[in-house]
């Protein structure tokens, strides 16, 4: 079936810093991605949509200066979290709508800023 | 790593019950989550259940768990119209620290 990948799974950062992980749909054209993030035992709270070619639509809340997303092909997606502090720390997972609106998900990324 | 797998599809006639099906693979999950996603929308978690129970109802929804047979059920009672959408189920998986989501059963309504 569809695949989704999402990397890195970890990632450990200093804050300040800025770190960047990527969503691929790897056999599938994805016009729209969505980005997530969870805190522990926490639902999943849709951050951004993005659509490629244009800008991504946030959700009421989400800093879009601090989370920048960009989704420049139809298969790749990028969140990039700026200037990172450790209340930044989460679980992130994309997933991608493929045609039919089949929703696929990454495998999520566990970002800790220290 | 951890698969989770549902049906595709179900269709149901306004009224009656459903049932959605989800079968894992780890044992070791410890949360299981039933999300909805109506068309166009993101992702609205419904109901989850700690691996250490058998069963949950919340209004309209019962969830059962199965963790021998590692199978979850999704029951929606009087199923309206409003209730036609995706519903994904999704696994924790401790070990791996990562969510498992099934593919999502699309729920149809007949009026």
């Known amino acids: 079936g569809a695949v989704v990948s999402q990397h890195p799974s970890w990632v450990i950062c200093k804050s300040g810093t800025s770190v960047k992980i990527e969503c691929r749909s790897l056999?599938?054209?994805?016009?729209?991605m969505f980005w997530y993030r969870q805190f522990p035992k926490q639902s999943l709270m849709l951050m951004a949509t993005?659509?490629?070619?244009?800008?991504?639509?946030?959700e009421q809340g989400v800093e879009k200066d601090k989370f920048l997303i960009n989704h420049a092909s139809l298969t790749l997606s990028t969140l990039t979290v700026t200037s990172a502090h450790p209340e930044d720390s989460s679980f992130y997972i994309c997933?991608?709508?493929?045609?039919?609106?089949?929703?696929?998900f990454g495998e999520g990324s566990w970002l800790t800023v220290v | 790593g951890e698969d989770v797998e549902q049906s595709l599809f179900l269709s149901v006639r306004e009224g009656d019950s459903s049932v959605i099906n989800c079968t894992y693979t780890?044992?070791?999950?410890?949360?299981l989550y039933w999300y909805k996603q109506e068309p166009g929308a993101g992702l609205q978690l419904l109901t989850y259940i700690f691996s250490n129970m058998d069963m949950k109802q919340d209004q309209r929804l019962t969830v059962l768990l199965n963790k021998k047979d590692k199978h979850l059920s999704l029951r929606i009672a009087d199923t309206q119209t409003g209730d036609s959408a995706i519903y994904f189920c999704?696994?924790?998986?401790?070990?791996?620290?990562?969510?498992?989501f099934g593919s999502g059963t699309r729920l149809q309504v007949q009026p």
């Open positions: 993005s659509n490629e070619g244009s800008k991504a639509t946030y």
């Open positions: 999704a696994a924790m998986d401790t070990g791996r620290r990562a969510l498992t």
């Open positions: 780890d044992s070791s999950s410890t949360y």
């Open positions: 997933s991608a709508r493929a045609v039919g609106d089949t929703i696929y």
């Open positions: 056999d599938f054209q994805a016009t729209t």
